[in-house]
Structures are given as structure tokens and as C-alpha cells.
């Protein structure tokens, strides 16, 4: 079995590639999921200020008594959370696609600087 | 010594690099599709109960009249609360989603049975706003959970 020189190895991997590269990553799946999210939370957010006045008006004109302007606020209110919810959860899908994609990177430049292949899968 | 540094500076990229990481549940299609189809479900039905409180018939619109979307609804809602629950713990968001959605069917069903009448200028259409929206929260969370662990 041959022997490795570490530090050789390590002399002869890319910095400098690896953090463009994975500045590149980052930044693609960082725009990525805010393309994505951008039009979804601003049509959440409008249509919700538009709900809640629509609701007061009801209730301003008598229209709904205070147990309807209740529950139907409660759905609002609701909706919004999930909403809220769904924004958490792509950001975090976010920060693992970019940490895990960023692991990829350092492992593929390892390989090819030492011939060790990283356990990612 | 300048290898030495190197080599003591990378060691823990190099074993962080040995896993990958993991912080939210991975996509779930039974999930995805139940929820999918769910909302079409809800939509069929609004658009017919809606139809009754633009009309001059204060009897049509009753709750019993629509026993059987709900019976379906209620199944719909059991399944995907039972599905989420056995996942772990990375699954909260997922899981209180589904409870979001599951407590605004409760205030949604109580409205009902309470009665909706005929009313001029109020369809309702900001409960089925916001139903669709929690619908909608699910669905892009789990569009989003495709691309786990590959990047975009």
C-alpha cells in the first residue's frame, strides 16, 4: 500500500477553489430559496391585511356579531402561523442543503488531494 | 512545522466532513399528496357552500347537508396527524403544521354547525383564504424538503 504525505497532500489542495466554490453554492441556494419564498410570503402577507380589513368592516357595519369576528380572525390567525412556519422550515432546508453542499466540496478536493474518500453520503 | 499548522487548522473540517448534517425531516409524498389532494377536496366543497349563502334558501346551506365531506374530512385529518406523529424529532415543524391545519378545520367545522346564513357581500371567501393558505404553507415546506441534502 503506498504511504501518503499529508502534508504534501494538504500543500496541494485548492483554498482558494474550495471557498469560491462554495461561496457560489451558497449564494445559489441562498437565491434559490428566496426566489421561492419571496412571492409566497408576499401574497400570504397582503392577502392576510386584506382579510383582517375585510373582517373589520363586517364587524364596523354589524354585519357579524363579536363570536363570528372571533373565530373567523382565529382561521387568520392560524393560516398565518402556518405560513410562518413554512418560512422557518426552508430556511433551515436552506442551511442544510448549504452546509452539506459546502461538506461535498471539501470532501471531493480531499480525494483528489490525498486519494481519501470522506464518508458523505 | 507550517504542515503541522495546516494539518491542526483543517483536522476538524475534515472530521465534521465526515457526516452530513441534518436539521428538518425529509420529504414525506404520502404527506404531500394527502394534503394535495385535501385542499382540491376543500375547495369543492367551499365552492358548494358558498354557492348556498349567495342564495335566498336559508335551509341549504345546514351543516347536515354537508355530513359527508366532513365524515372524509375528519378520515383525511386522522391520517395525517397519525402519520406525523410517529416522525422525529426534526419533524416539529412539520407536525405543528399539521395541527395549524387541523385546529383551523376545528374553528372552520364549529362555524358551520353554529350556522352560516344568507348573507349579500360576504361569501366567506377569507376562511377559504385562509384555509388554502395553511394548505399551501404545507405543500411549499415539502416542495422545499425534496432538495434535501442536495443543493439546488
Given at each position: 500500500m503506498p504511504s501518503i504525505d499529508i502534508g504534501k497532500g494538504l500543500q496541494a489542495l485548492d483554498y482558494k477553489k474550495i471557498l469560491s466554490d462554495s461561496i457560489a453554492l451558497a449564494k445559489n441556494e441562498a437565491g434559490s430559496s428566496f426566489n421561492k419564498l419571496k412571492p409566497f410570503a408576499e401574497h400570504q402577507f397582503q392577502q392576510f391585511a386584506e382579510d383582517a380589513l375585510f373582517l373589520a368592516n363586517l364587524k364596523l357595519k354589524k354585519t357579524i356579531d363579536d363570536e363570528e369576528l372571533k373565530s373567523r380572525i382565529q382561521l387568520q390567525k392560524l393560516a398565518l402561523q402556518n405560513v410562518l412556519l413554512a418560512i422557518k422550515g426552508i430556511g433551515l432546508v436552506t442551511a442544510q442543503n448549504i452546509v452539506n453542499g459546502v461538506l461535498a466540496i471539501v470532501a471531493t478536493a480531499v480525494k483528489g488531494a490525498i486519494k481519501v474518500a470522506l464518508p458523505i453520503s | 512545522m507550517k504542515n503541522r499548522i495546516v494539518v491542526a487548522l483543517l483536522m476538524p473540517l475534515l472530521l465534521v466532513a465526515c457526516f452530513t448534517v441534518k436539521f428538518i425531516t425529509g420529504y414525506d409524498e404520502v404527506l404531500d399528496q394527502t394534503v394535495n389532494r385535501m385542499k382540491t377536496d376543500f375547495n369543492v366543497h367551499f365552492i358548494k357552500l358558498a354557492r348556498t349563502i349567495q342564495d335566498?334558501?336559508?335551509?341549504?346551506?345546514?351543516?347536515e347537508n354537508f355530513l359527508d365531506y366532513y365524515d372524509h374530512l375528519q378520515a383525511d385529518l386522522i391520517t395525517i396527524k397519525a402519520r406525523t406523529s410517529v416522525?422525529?424529532?426534526?419533524a416539529k415543524i412539520v407536525k405543528d403544521q399539521v395541527e395549524k391545519l387541523d385546529s383551523s378545520f376545528q374553528v372552520f367545522i364549529t362555524m358551520h354547525k353554529r350556522g352560516i346564513p344568507d348573507r349579500q357581500?360576504?361569501?366567506?371567501h377569507t376562511d377559504q383564504n385562509a384555509i388554502n393558505s395553511s394548505f399551501d404553507a404545507i405543500i411549499i415546506l415539502q416542495e422545499s424538503l425534496k432538495t434535501t441534502g442536495k443543493p439546488n
Open positions: - | 335566498s334558501d336559508p335551509n341549504n346551506q345546514k351543516f416522525l422525529d424529532g426534526k357581500g360576504d361569501d366567506h
